[in-house]
């Protein structure tokens, strides 16, 4: 064949070539970083308790807990509500998990009266699960409890608006799972805590832009952003029309609080 060889083609030194390859690999990684799953530790903890058998007993993402006949309390606490009953603060929640009780209650003949009636037995995980799983399942029981709360009456309020207006089923209890959508960049709903807020939603502008229009206009005016928005299952709606007067700062107030806790 004729034509130009390779040697007498233009190709560039070998000092540049490096650089390229160089280059390419770093755009990939960096591209990597920023579309890989961040799941706030709630969704781990919510994704590992439907893996590991905790609804079973505390019914659909711990919300109702079954029936548990010969025990004086008739059914499984549920993590809604009863859990401050039961555990006062993430370390006994702890306990809960690992040891099937807390150290306070382990002494008490009440309850080991009442736990050897119930047909139903909080098994003790901590021979099955690392300390870091356990510290998942934790994180997700307080979502789900509802705690911590904000002292501030405009933050607690602006809890209420969430579930009243159902940011909630999306976005979970207080805004905090990311649960599984299909479709979507990222493969689920973004939580308003974990680490994907903060490059979706940059001020309070932007935040009253994604609840108003279901979008915010910078990701809006990016081609590839819209594509994935309207490919995905759950796409986020457009409030503007069914917004009270003072929701978006109590929704604001709320989402500062909540990122501003300790995680
Ligand atoms: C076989 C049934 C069963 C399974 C499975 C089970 N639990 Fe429990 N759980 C109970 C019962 C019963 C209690 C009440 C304990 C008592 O009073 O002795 C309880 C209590 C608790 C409590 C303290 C009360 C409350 O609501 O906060 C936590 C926390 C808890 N379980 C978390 C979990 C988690 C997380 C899993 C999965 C890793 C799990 N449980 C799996 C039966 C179960
Ligand atoms: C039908 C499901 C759905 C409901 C209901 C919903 N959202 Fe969303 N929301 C989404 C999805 C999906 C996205 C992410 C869009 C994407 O994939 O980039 C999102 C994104 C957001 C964002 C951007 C940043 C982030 O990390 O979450 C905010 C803020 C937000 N929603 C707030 C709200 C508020 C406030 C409400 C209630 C008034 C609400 N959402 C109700 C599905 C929903």
Redesign the pocket.
């Known amino acids: 064949m004729g034509g130009l060889g390779l040697s007498t083609r233009f190709r560039f030194p070998r000092m540049a070539r490096i650089l390229i390859a160089g280059a390419l690999i770093l755009a990939l990684v960096g591209a990597w970083v920023s579309v890989r799953p961040r799941l706030p530790a709630a969704e781990r903890?919510r994704r590992?308790?439907e893996r590991?058998?905790?609804?079973?007993?505390?019914g659909p993402s711990?919300t109702r807990?079954?029936a548990?006949p010969g025990?004086s309390?008739g059914s499984?606490?549920?993590?809604q509500g009863?859990?401050?009953?039961?555990?006062k603060n993430p370390r006994?929640?702890r306990e809960?998990?690992r040891d099937?009780?807390?150290a306070a209650?382990a002494g008490s003949r009440t309850?080991r009266e009442?736990?050897e009636r119930?047909a139903?037995?909080?098994?003790a995980?901590g021979r099955r699960?690392g300390p870091s799983a356990i510290d998942d399942?934790?994180a997700?029981?307080q979502v789900m409890?509802g705690a911590p709360e904000p002292a501030d009456s405009v933050a607690r309020h602006g809890i209420a608006r969430a579930e009243a207006l159902g940011c909630t089923g999306c976005h979970g209890p207080g805004g905090r799972l990311a649960r599984p959508n299909p479709g979507a960049f990222k493969g689920y709903v973004p939580s308003w805590d974990g680490a994907d807020f903060a490059e979706l939603v940059r001020d309070r502008a932007e935040f009253g832009e994604w609840v108003d229009h279901g979008v915010s206009r910078r990701l809006g005016r990016n081609a590839v952003a819209r594509w994935f928005l309207h490919r995905a299952v759950l796409q986020m709606p457009a409030y503007a029309d069914h917004l009270e007067a003072g929701d978006l700062d109590a929704l604001w107030s709320y989402v500062q609080w909540l990122r501003g806790l300790d995680h």
């Open positions: 903890g590992l308790a590991t058998g905790c609804f079973g007993c505390h711990g807990g079954a548990n025990r309390d499984v606490p549920g993590f009863d859990v401050m009953m039961y555990a006994e929640i809960w998990i099937g009780v807390t209650r309850w009442q736990r119930g139903l037995k909080m098994p995980f699960l399942l934790v997700f029981v409890s």
